[in-house]
């Protein structure tokens, strides 16, 4: 598995943006499809961003297409998302993820496909 470290939470007016970082350690970062999840008080775990470990591709939920922007650096061992046109719905718990198996072909989405996650960072966003 890999260690996984969320930053760049916070409390912001909707419209506003925030860019969150996920630093990896661990097993080789550059071969995993790496994703962004969310978690809502009395919801359950949600897909919002996920990108192929090459970079090449990416795959987002239709609530955040748009106005999110996930990117990855393989040398630094880092993960990003930009959310801008932030929306009070967007308030949740964000955490990083990563897959189980490397060089997969397409990018995964499903929860249940990751192995590996970060304790996660808040993101509040008020109206």
């Known amino acids: 598995q890999v260690r996984l470290v969320e930053s760049g939470g916070g409390l912001v007016q909707a419209g506003g943006s925030l860019r969150l970082s996920c630093a990896a350690s661990?097993?080789?970062?550059?071969?995993?499809?790496m994703g962004w999840f969310r978690q809502a008080p009395g919801k359950e775990r949600e897909f919002v961003a996920a990108i192929l470990w090459s970079g090449l591709s990416t795959k987002y939920a239709d609530s955040v297409k748009g106005r999110f922007t996930i990117s990855r650096d393989n040398a630094k061992k880092t993960l990003a998302l930009q959310m801008n046109s932030l929306k009070p719905e967007d308030t949740a718990v964000y955490y990083c993820?990563?897959?189980?198996?490397?060089?997969?072909?397409?990018?995964?989405?499903?929860?249940?496909?990751?192995?590996?996650w970060g304790q996660g960072t808040q993101v509040t966003v008020s109206s």
């Open positions: 993820a990563a897959d189980t198996a490397p060089f997969r072909v397409v990018v995964t989405t499903t929860p249940s496909l990751f192995d590996s």
């Open positions: 661990g097993r080789t970062f550059s071969s995993y499809t």
